[in-house]
């Protein structure tokens, strides 16, 4: 009979296996009859790609304790909501949203994995089907009554629930195979009732129906049948079971049954709040932990539907107990919908994430809150107490290095063992006694100048008698800093947050762990002198930088410190909060003409070799055409191949060589290593419009004599470092006097060049009044503006300024 049934569905198969498939199961034995309350829907086509491609498998039984394990997701369960499928008048069907649902669950279906939804929407389609076949009828009844073509206002009977569901739960099965097969994706319905999974027979019927249609690659859509379900029934649930009340406690029943292993639970809400969402200090709960309902406050239901979010709640405990990992997210929001299902399955931070693994510190948000909290205090010390805690943690640098050196070992050997680092990473990776000591003298300049930072008085204007205004500087809030291979950062950044009385979040990259687990133990030894050891956090956990970047409610300026593809992926992924630096270091150096030869061999091999990895290290070399062919190009040529640099030929240089070493692939390239371009120009005005082109408005050099060609070069060009017979490797905070740089930007606003203390600043405003007001100055007023600029040094007698 099981066989007689499936083979009755012929359009099923263009797969010539198929029929074999079918008999192969019945000479096993797995021949269960079908449950009254059981359907499987004809589906038109099969899926073209081979079946389990993708090796996921995994011992099913424990959930997954992280997000980024979801990766792992063989078998997913994908419940949609009422107020996912329906459309708002909840007459109809949302097509646009379902259209976006089915195209993700056919991509991961592609991939090889088992896909089965649990559906709402047939009661809202045979609401819509109905009212248009009564509004029909009646506009038909009373056209004959009344013999004339105007018509009465007519009013529509209440529909009931399972009269609907039974009217559309044909159409919207057929919706979905007409969507599905689009993706070249078969599907089957199954409608379902409590009764099906009291019965053991009949839940083993289930079960074997659905584990033969994840086998053949099709897509089982679940629903309840809601044309004779009866109502439900409160505290119903059977010892160890959940009844089957709605479609959350399907979703779930069912996802343990399958021993599926992850729940996506799609709804109308963002996910899991501790509080109703729309009251003022609700949170959004990134993960949710057994044990932490007493915590949470439940609001009202959703505008269609029979469950709650207390409801999707004790489903998801359920589910996760029985082994299967849960994200309740939301289904609805335009901006999200399209990528909800592969993002969440991606393991990125989208809705709530329900797991059984508790970490053993705080999360980042809680991170982010401590950070804040403890950085309104850092602000608030005076200066001398900022500059203690500077020079504190200057004085561990040197103490204890060896600590912290051989912490460093660790990672330089873990790095080198696995071959994971380029030769100029693990140089960025390394640290030694002397650039330990370098850190330590640029630590202590920082503490010098953080004696002039916050608080300071910009400038200070008398509006009118006994009305003053200060423009003060402020720090700008929480700072999240994401660095890679480059331990020397995390004391850099941590003094300049210090000094300049911001909150820092701190991320680094696993290669240097164990360097910047001690450097950030002394970072907080240090701020313990003055109470604020919580200002500085250092991530640890497993957060993807994408999600970081996501915090834009907690975190107020992101710095990346990396490589050109870090900077890039940051600015994309941040999109709500500001980010400071530069995506590339393309540094070039132009050799005038009238250049002076020991000038120009000195600043080439110091911008080029000195430090190749380095974002202010030179990447093409500029040359005057008529220095082609001249003792000084000669020179130039021959200390570049003695310093080992690969050089590559520009377009016009090449054409000026009969054997040219390798043409260029693109004049905007950053080696990062003993490679440079060459590239030939005509007049330093053609210099300028090259760098302007294909430079990434860094550090760019002159080198000539002509002090009116240098100062034109210094004027015209638009970069946020210019020099004048000066190696490009000056661009840095250190050796501009800053004590040390969070960055170089190369930005228009805020900040540009190297980001010292200042760049790390922002303003406010500080008006001190007598009971003004606006209407004292209008027309009828009494009082008239001055806006006299006072001298910042010397506040008025009475008046104190908020430095």
Known sequence: MYLHRLLSCSRCFTRPNALQMFSRAASQGKNPSFSPSLSLHAVRYWNNVPFF????????????????????????????????????????????RLASIVEQVAMLQNQGREMMI??????AFGKQRLRHEILLSQSVRQALHSGQNQLKDMSLPVLEARACAAAGQSGLMALYEAMFTQYSTCTAQILVTNLDFHDDQKRRNLNSTLHELLRMNIV??????????PPPEPNSDLQGVISIKDNDSLAARLAVEMRADL???????????????????????????PGDQQSITYGTKSRVGIGGMEAKVKAALWALQGGTSVVIANGTHPRVTGHVITDIVEGKKVGTFFSEVKPAGPTVEQQTEMARTAGRTLASLDSEQRSDIICALADLLTERKDEILTANKKDMELSVSTGRLSPAMLKRLSLSSSKLNS????????????????????????????????????????????FESRPDCLPQVSALAIASGNALLLKGGKEAANTNRILHELAQEALSIHGVKDAIQLVSTREEVEDLCRLEKTIDLIIPRGSSQLVRDIQRAAKGIPVLGHSEGICHVYVDHEASIDKAINIIRDSKCDYPAACNAMETLLVHRDLLRTPLFDQIIDMLRTEHVKIHAGPKFASYLTFSPSEVKSLRTEYGDLECCIEVVDSMHEAVDHI????????????????????QFLQQLDSACVFWNASSRFADGYRFGLGAEVGISTARIHARGPVGLEGLLTTKWVLRGEGHTAADFSEQGSLKFLHENLPVAQPLPGRRTAS
């Open 118 to 123: 649990v559906t709402s929407g047939a009661v």
């Open 53 to 96: 491609t993708v090796p996921l498998a995994r011992a099913h039984g424990k959930s997954f304790g992280h997000r980024s394990e979801l990766r792992q997701a063989k078998r997913i369960v994908v419940k949609l909501g009422s107020a996912v499928v329906t459309r708002g008048d909840e007459c109809g069907l949302a097509l646009g």
């Open 439 to 482: 850190l330590s003298i640029g630590l202590r300049q920082i503490a010098v100048s953080s004696q002039e930072s916050v608080g300071r008085v910009l400038s200070r204007t008398r509006v009118a008698n006994n009305l003053e205004l200060e423009q003060i500087t402020v720090p700008i809030g929480v700072l999240l800093v994401i």
């Open 220 to 229: 089982p859509i679940i629903n309840t049948n809601d044309a004779v379900v």
């Open 263 to 289: 729940l996506i639970a799609l709804s109308d809400v963002e996910g899991l709040y501790d509080s109703p969402p729309g009251s003022d200090d609700a949170k959004l709960l990134d993960t949710f932990y």
């Open 692 to 711: 302007h082109k294909y430079g990434s408005s860094h550090t760019d050099v002159i080198v000539t004599e002509n002090e009116e060609t240098a100062e």
